[in-house]
């Protein structure tokens, strides 16, 4: 059996003040064309679907059409679960229709899903945060434990009956009680999951810029020992860049986003997982590259002439643009490089300050020529910004200011 994990789409996500929904529909089309030339049998979106509770009917448009593809109408099941971006009732709300055509959407954490029967597969058994789907193809099922982003307030009615329980000890109950009571042996048993998991040994990873913390409960941290020994692979959402935080045997693994979404992403491959499994046997775990989208740069510059040559040798990335300089950037340059290249998100001027500049001597009100007092204004600036005198755009300021035609 084939599966197929991506996660964290993040629909509808800006950079800044940029679109990419042209981006986000060109790789919604890669993935889309990987699970067919791949001859997937069920694929698994863990959470994240889009950037937040209200996107906008772009996002809304490209999620369901890519869904309605994924499910190749209907003959492949697509099982998609919210995650911490994504508002539960929204995703839960067009289930009733899309389980028609394949398609499972999870808003809740241990929601059940309704049981259904195609010509192709069906949904042979359901329970709260359970299914169990069987193939025509297949003499064994697929059992998946499904936990939608879960937090207090989503998880109120479970832990009303015990305020100290912690969100780790629920979680490790509840799918150890699953595992327990489902996950014999004879089918492929799987966890699905959009939490802020870390390996049990090591340092704890860290979330990437931009993206919500998750603080869980009463708990810091998810670890990964909770998940039950039955569980042969757990497909995570979250972090937007692939780790494999379990064991080579049984992988915890993080997807990624199909794109970079912040320049502390820049650089970073993404990709989609490709699981091949079988009951009671390790699974074979793939990655298949992303190769949509425009690149994410981080670029320094100690001159105006350097940057802007670079920028028009790529104008196809977006751009985080450092310019470290002696003087003030000044508004000519700062629009020249604008009009060099549409996709500068962020300008940031630095000035080269000298340690060495000091005031040589001090003044007394006899020195100072009132007339003229530009001198002693430029003389003043160097010293309290390391020796950078003022550029024309300062002096005009100033001069304007103590009214000096």
């Known amino acids: 059996m084939k599966i197929l994990h991506t996660a964290d789409w993040h629909l509808g996500k800006k950079l800044d003040r940029f679109s990419r929904i ?17 001859k997937i049998d069920v694929v698994v979106i863990a959470g994240d679907l889009f950037d937040n509770f ?40 067009p289930d009733p229709l899309a389980r028609e055509c394949g ?3 999870i808003g809740q954490p241990f929601a059940q899903v309704t049981p259904i029967e195609t010509e192709n597969f069906s949904i042979s058994h359901s329970s709260e945060g359970f299914i169990e789907l069987s193939f025509a193809q297949y003499p064994y099922p697929l059992r998946i434990i499904h936990t939608a982003y879960a937090n207090e307030p989503r998880l109120k009615q479970e832990l009303e009956g015990d305020k100290q329980l912690s969100i780790n000890q629920f979680l490790s109950d509840r799918w150890q009680h699953l595992a327990n009571t489902y996950c014999d042996p004879k089918g492929v048993n799987i966890l699905m999951t959009h939490l802020f998991m870390n390996p049990k040994q090591g340092a704890p990873l ?19 020992d909770i998940v039950p020994s039955q569980i042969q692979y ?15 045997e049984k992988p915890i693994v993080y997807a990624s986003s199909p794109l970079c979404y912040s320049f502390s992403e820049a650089g970073q491959q993404k990709y989609v997982a490709i699981i091949e499994a079988e009951p009671n046997k390790a699974v074979s775990l793939r990655k298949i590259p992303l190769t949509q989208g425009k690149p994410l740069v981080r670029k320094h510059f100690t001159s105006i002439e350097e940057a802007t040559a670079w920028l028009e040798e790529n104008p196809h990335v977006w751009v985080e643009l450092t310019l470290e300089l002696k003087e003030y950037l ?3 340059d700062r629009k020249l490089l604008y009009n060099t290249h549409q996709g500068i998100v962020f ?24 007339e003229n007092i530009t001198p002693l204004f430029e003389s003043y600036f160097k010293y309290r910004n390391g020796g950078i005198a003022p550029n024309k755009e300062i002096l005009d300021l100033f001069h304007e200011a103590i009214n000096i035609e």
């Open 54 to 93: 209200t996107p906008n009917t772009d996002a809304i448009e490209l999620f369901y059409k890519t869904l309605k593809r994924l499910s190749l109408q209907g003959k492949r099941p697509v099982i998609a679960i919210s995650g911490n971006h994504d508002a539960p009732k929204l995703i839960d709300a």
């Open 347 to 370: 300008l940031i001027p630095k000035l080269l300050f000298s340690t060495e500049h000091t005031l040589t001597a001090e003044l007394s009100l006899q020195d100072i020529n009132f």
């Open 103 to 105: 398609i499972f959407l």
């Open 206 to 224: 860290e979330e990437p810029d931009g993206e919500r913390p998750i603080r869980i409960g009463n708990a810091d941290m998810i670890y990964t």
């Open 234 to 248: 757990t497909a995570l959402g979250h972090l937007h860049g692939f780790k494999n935080i379990g064991s080579e």
């Open 22 to 38: 042209e981006e986000q529909r060109a790789v919604m089309e890669e993935i889309v064309q990987i699970a067919d030339t791949q």
């Open 330 to 332: 000044r508004a000519e």
